[in-house]
C-alpha cells in the first residue's frame, strides 16, 4: 500500500506564515549580520516574525510589480529603487497579446509604478536609517512568488548595494518563481511550491495591507527593547 499523500500545509495569516519561514531559516547557517527586508506591502508581515526570530533588523525594499496594460492583475515585470527592471520572459511564450507589448508601452507601465515605489519609499523610509547592505547578508521575504519577477528586482537591488550575500525566501512560490530566483540568490529558502496556484489560497487570511499597517509594523520593530517589553 502506497503511504498516504500529505496534503500541503495553509498558513493562518502572514504572521504564522513567517513564524514557520523563521523556524525553517533559524537551522540555516547564515552569516551574520543579518538584515531582513520585507517586499510591501504584504511581505513586511511576513517579515516581521522573521526578523524579530533571527534577533535581526527589519528593514524595507520596495519593489514594484509592473502589470499588464488591461490586465494589472497579471505580472508581466518588475522595478526596484533606484532603476532596475525586470521582463517577465516566458509570458511571451505563453500570451501572444505580451509579445505584441512593444518596449515603448512596457517602459509606460514600468514609469507608472515607478512613481508608485518613490511615493512608498519617501513614506515607508521615513524615521528610518538609510539602508545599508554593504558586507551583511539580506534576507528578502515575500507573502508568496508567483512569477518570480519581483523577488527577482529586489534581488538585483540587494546585490547593486553591496549586500554580501542574499536569501530569498517565502512560504509559498510556483516551482517556476522558485528556480528563476535560485539563478540569482545564493541561497532560497521556500516551504511550498505547489504546482497551480494562486497565493491567496494558501492563507487562511489574507487581506490586503494598507500603509499604514507597513509603517506601523516598520515602526514597532524600531522601538526600543525597553519600551517594546514595558507595552
Known sequence: MNPPISAPRVFANRAAAGAELARALKGRSLKP?????????????VAAPVAKALNAPLDVIIVRKVGMPGQPELAIGATAAPNFVVREPRLADELPEYGDLHDEAFERAASEQRRELDRREQLYRAGLPPLNLAGRTAILVDDGLATGSTMLAAIRAARAAWAARIVAAAPVASPEAAALVAREADEVVILETPLLFAISQWYGEFEQLDDGEVCRLLALAHRPAATTAAQ
Open 33 to 45: 549580520p543579518l538584515t531582513v527586508l520585507g517586499l510591501p506591502r504584504g511581505g513586511v508581515a
